[in-house]
């Protein structure tokens, strides 16, 4: 039986995403089998991360530097902002390589089954951010849920007396998909083909 500094371990590698009971028993057993190579440097990186690693105070992505890399790139569109729901698919657009503007994370979707309503998510800032003079559009880059379409029409009307285009992801994206899952080739597609 394990020890209770064991146990704990795979609890808490039992909340990751994509690791249940089973697969965290086995990260806890590969990392103590390895602890000098495995298990301290991912201690000392998580505790590095923990303490540098900040949400960007103009669109939400990780970083650590303020404001984030992607804000500070001189090179970028500044006309269009692309909305995403969370900084996975912030980076699942940037691995694409088929986007060049600005990104504003909404930190979720609206979900009022679960409590989450317009001022839980980010989009008063992005309204403020939308009524500035270069910006031309606002792209609804959100995962093709029930509560992303929610979340969408929600900031379309939000947006309707400001001087911006809003386009939504078209082409490529399923119904339920979630774009952190989707190749590189789809989301370019998507946004090539926005409407």
């Not at 379309?156 to 994206?173: C, F, R, S």
């Amino acid at each position: 039986m394990a020890g209770v500094e064991i146990e704990k371990l795979v609890q808490l590698l039992a909340k990751l995403p994509g690791l249940g009971p089973r697969s965290a028993r086995r990260a806890a057993l590969t990392m103590l089998k390895r602890r000098d190579t495995i298990m301290i440097p991912l201690a000392e990186a998580i505790e590095t991360a923990a303490q540098a690693v900040r949400n960007c105070t103009i669109c939400g992505n990780l970083d650590t530097e303020e404001p984030c890399n992607i804000c500070r790139e001189p090179h970028r569109d500044s006309q269009i902002i692309c909305v995403v729901e969370e900084v996975a698919d912030l980076w699942a657009l940037e691995r694409s390589g088929a986007f060049r503007g600005r990104y504003h994370v909404l930190g979720g979707t609206l979900s009022p089954f679960q409590g989450v309503g317009p001022q839980d998510l980010s989009i008063d800032a992005l309204v403020s951010r939308a009524r500035e003079a270069q910006v031309t559009e606002v792209i609804l880059a959100l995962n093709a849920t029930v509560e992303g379409q929610t979340t969408g029409h929600f900031i379309a009307e939000q947006l309707i007396d400001a001087e911006v285009k809003v386009t939504y992801l078209a082409h490529g994206v399923p119904m339920g998909g979630e774009l952190d899952y989707l190749d590189d080739g789809t989301l370019t597609a998507a946004l090539k083909a926005r409407r």
